[in-house]
């Protein structure tokens, strides 16, 4: 199965607060996993990545939590400000074939209340 | 860098015509290009792989036909919906990924910013 899921749906959170999303894999070849931001009306724009042999990566406020042996990685977002709000992608990155292609979680709609 | 570029980032039609939606790599070669279609409120669903002087690879259930692409060079690739319908209304997104074909040592797809697409 090539599925990522990913919760939860929507979330919302008051300005400051911290912002988790989750999601999980099911195939163990994936080797990548980026998170992507997108706003209404825009293409997603790449946040953070991960590679399965990290277990944290830390980008300013946003930092990736990884567990290779639960097949789960998360996106924490400290101090949300209004400014975050907008639709967020997990995904996981394997070979189909001879191209690498994404698989995309379900999106969680991020709101932050000011 | 690694900037790519989507023209028109609006179209309406009629029903029945058709419509080409163009996608670049501004600053960088991508022998492959994806093409994206996302629907209100929903996620990304791959329909085809688009790989430079080749066929493009559809995804199941994605009517190659109807979805035409062409990845005529390294910097550029089209989708055309033929006979467009009301249903084919949607949010159309391309990525491009740099490097070797399929990939190579690239993991990472830059995209577009979308076109939408409305059939009247």
């Known amino acids: 199965q090539q599925q990522v899921k990913q919760s939860p749906q929507s979330l919302i959170v008051q300005k400051g607060g911290i912002s988790i999303i989750n999601c999980a894999y099911e195939?163990?070849?994936?080797?990548?996993f980026p998170w992507y931001q997108q706003f209404p009306g825009k293409g997603p724009a790449l946040l953070i990545a991960i590679r399965p042999d990290v277990s944290e990566k830390k980008e300013g406020r946003f930092t990736i939590s990884f567990n290779k042996s639960a097949k789960q990685f998360s996106l924490h977002i400290m101090d949300s400000q209004p400014g975050d709000s907008a639709t967020y992608f997990c995904a996981a990155s394997g070979w189909s074939g001879s191209a690498r292609q994404l698989t995309f979680g379900s999106g969680t709609q991020l709101t932050v209340l000011p | 860098g690694a900037v790519v570029s989507q023209h028109p980032s609006r179209v309406i039609c009629k029903s029945g015509t058709s419509v080409k939606i163009e996608c670049r790599s501004l600053d960088f070669q991508a022998t492959t290009m994806f093409w994206y279609r996302q629907f209100p409120k929903q996620s990304l669903m791959l329909m085809a792989t688009?790989?430079?002087?080749?066929?493009?690879?559809?995804e199941q259930g994605v009517e190659k036909d109807k979805f035409l692409i062409n990845h005529a060079s390294l910097t550029l690739s089209t989708l055309t919906v033929t006979s467009a319908h009301p249903e084919d209304s949607s949010f159309y997104i391309c990525?491009?990924?740099?490097?070797?074909?399929?990939?190579?040592?690239?993991?990472?797809?830059?995209f577009g910013p979308g076109t939408r697409l409305t059939v009247l």
């Open positions: 688009s790989n430079e002087g080749s066929k493009a690879t559809y």
């Open positions: 195939n163990t070849a994936f080797d990548y």
């Open positions: 990525s491009a990924l740099p490097g070797l074909a399929g990939g190579g040592l690239y993991n990472e797809q830059f």
